[in-house]
Structures are given as structure tokens and as C-alpha cells.
């Protein structure tokens, strides 16, 4: 059976760390609006998909995206979830 607890001070620690990394890839400012931030990020996720569209492109060797997806869904997760 799922429960709810509260997070660790661990926890909350790194969901913070992650919040930053996502403000920080879409150069944006803390003081962003939730309306600023979802359009922030869908516009960095078009740029990201559109620059690995196309065949020649799949062989490039590709940056690690699991870092800042990490940021960006925590960002959207706690700052946009009100939008």
C-alpha cells in the first residue's frame, strides 16, 4: 500500500538542487511566473527535439539529457503546477 510521508531534509535538498538546475538551463530568473516558466520550457523542449531531428543528426554523439530533464520536471512540478 502507497502512503504519503514527509520528504527527508536529504530529499528536499536535492528536489531544490534540481528546481535551480532547471531555472539555471532555461537561463531564466527566480522571480518568474509560472505563465513564463511553462512557456520556457516548452519552447527549450521544441529546441532540444528540433536540433536532434533528422537522420544525420542521430549519429552525433548526444549530451546527457537526463540532468537537466531532471530540473526542468522539477521546476514544472513545483513552480507551474498552479498554471
Known sequence: MISERPLSAAELWQFERYRRLGIEVLDASVSATPKMLV?????????????????SRMFRSRTDAVEPARGLGVLGRSDCSSF
Not at 521544441?46 to 531531428?53: A, H, I, L
Open 39 to 55: 512557456e520556457a520550457i516548452d519552447e527549450f523542449v521544441d529546441k532540444w527535439q528540433n536540433e536532434r531531428r533528422g537522420l
